[in-house]
């Protein structure tokens, strides 16, 4: 089981930018391919971009291509997302995930992962 920390939420204006952060206490945090999912209130949660272990191929929903941008920091055994352009609909809390798997491609099903983080909320508004 892989132990999530996220970070880096906040209040911003639409049109700002912002970047999380997920720290990962594992030793073998090379082997995890990682995820970003949110939830925004009263709806489920969905996929965002997801980052294989390599760090070689990285997937993303269709609502966040060309404006979010997921990486991984294997040193700092840490995980990513830059979000740039935000819009009031990307308001929602954010969670980072670990695939079960190890060495696995990168997935957008929910169920591929079995470590969560607790979230960390991000609010666009003007």
């Known amino acids: 089981q892989v132990q999530l920390v996220e970070s880096g939420g906040g209040l911003v204006q639409p049109g700002a930018s912002l970047r999380l952060s997920c720290a990962a206490s594992?030793?073998?945090?090379?082997?995890?391919?990682m995820a970003w999912f949110r939830q925004a209130p009263g709806k489920e949660r969905e996929f965002v971009a997801s980052?294989?272990?390599?760090?070689?191929?990285?997937t993303y929903a269709d609502s966040v291509k060309g404006r979010f941008t997921i990486s991984r920091e294997y040193a700092k055994k840490t995980l990513y997302l830059q979000m740039n352009s935000l819009k009031p609909n990307d308001t929602a809390v954010y969670f980072c995930?670990?695939?079960?798997?190890?060495?696995?491609?990168?997935?957008?099903?929910?169920?591929?992962?079995?470590?969560w983080g607790q979230g960390t909320q991000v609010t666009v508004s003007s």
């Open positions: 995930a670990a695939k079960t798997i190890l060495r696995a491609s990168t997935s957008s099903s929910e169920s591929e992962y079995s470590s």
């Open positions: 594992v030793h073998s945090f090379s082997y995890y391919t």
């Open positions: 980052i294989n272990w390599r760090g070689d191929s990285t």
